[in-house]
């Protein structure tokens, strides 16, 4: 009785201790440390994010690029990023509550791009939503910020329902059938994340390098992307941006978190989402692990 109790507990113990290693990488062995997010450093694509404003406000679009214009020029918008990609503090941003009868600034948004548009308990931040507030003051108006899906933020300005879509929106044709884009204020790509174990892409140098290696994949590999955005457009293919697509399956979601969070758990193998949001999700999710 007593071997049987010893032998059940040095079961036990084994289990015990192969759960506490976690991860195993990609030959099948178990890893010391618990698997992290890694971003590829290779520019999959360029874009350009601009603010989609309402199609029947034509003064407002002209205020909104004599505005850009501005930031750029004197210094502002490289002072907002900098307090995002720097050492500069996040300024927290209030939203007015929905006044028909108030002078507003009806901002849509996805406030799931970090570093573009956050929150922390009931405001917001982001490089984004930083401008957004200063362009209300410029406009001497209240602002309003009203949070939905990314896919619903460029047709509810198409609606009248908001003024101007801020949300990290890239240039692309399709959404011009809703909004009219401003000039651009920021450059962006699209990057690979991967588990911390997968060493595939460790030796790629260059987009054409990744891309190769990403055309190996098959409809069993899934990538996760955040829905309505550039990275699901390029996993899936799509005529305007002249973007093939890839083998493998795409799985979408609310945000790029959630995707990330899926691949550390062994449930898709990649995500692919833009640059920026990329390097602040996976630095707060590693945070976790």
Do not use: H
């Amino acid at each position: 009785m007593k071997k049987k109790l010893v032998s059940m507990l040095l079961v036990l113990a084994c289990t015990l201790s192969m759960a506490a290693c976690g991860a195993k990488d990609d030959a099948g062995n178990d890893t010391k440390e618990p698997v992290t997010a890694k971003v590829i450093d290779v520019e999959l694509t360029n874009e350009e994010y601009a603010f989609g404003v309402d199609k029947t406000q034509p003064e407002l679009l002209e205020q909104v690029n004599a505005f850009v214009k501005e930031i750029k020029e004197d210094g502002t918008l490289e002072a907002i990023c900098d307090k995002y990609f720097g050492n500069g503090t996040p300024e927290a941003v209030e939203s007015a509550k929905l006044d028909d009868s108030k002078d507003q600034l009806v901002v849509a948004t996805n406030a799931a791009f970090e570093p573009f548009e956050y929150t922390e308990g009931d405001k917001y931040l982001g490089i984004d939503m930083e401008i957004a507030k200063l362009l209300a003051d410029k406009l001497n108006k209240e602002l309003v910020i009203q949070n939905m899906d990314f896919d619903a933020v460029c047709l509810s300005v198409g609606q009248q329902k908001c003024d101007i879509a801020m949300a990290g929106l890239t240039i692309k044709p399709d959404r011009e059938e809703y909004v009219t884009f401003s000039e651009p204020y920021y450059e962006a790509s699209q990057k690979l994340i991967v588990p911390s174990t997968d060493k595939t892409f460790d030796d790629c140098k260059d987009a054409d390098a990744v891309v190769a290696l990403l055309n190996k994949l098959t409809d069993k590999n899934t990538i996760g992307v955040q829905n309505g955005t550039t990275g699901q457009f390029y996993v899936e293919g799509d005529a305007d941006w002249e973007f093939e697509g890839l083998p493998a399956t795409c799985k979408t979601y609310k945000n790029g978190s959630l995707a990330v969070q899926d691949m550390l758990n062994g449930n898709i193998d990649y995500v692919i989402i833009d640059s920026a949001p990329a390097d602040a999700i996976t630095t707060a999710i590693n945070k976790m692990q």
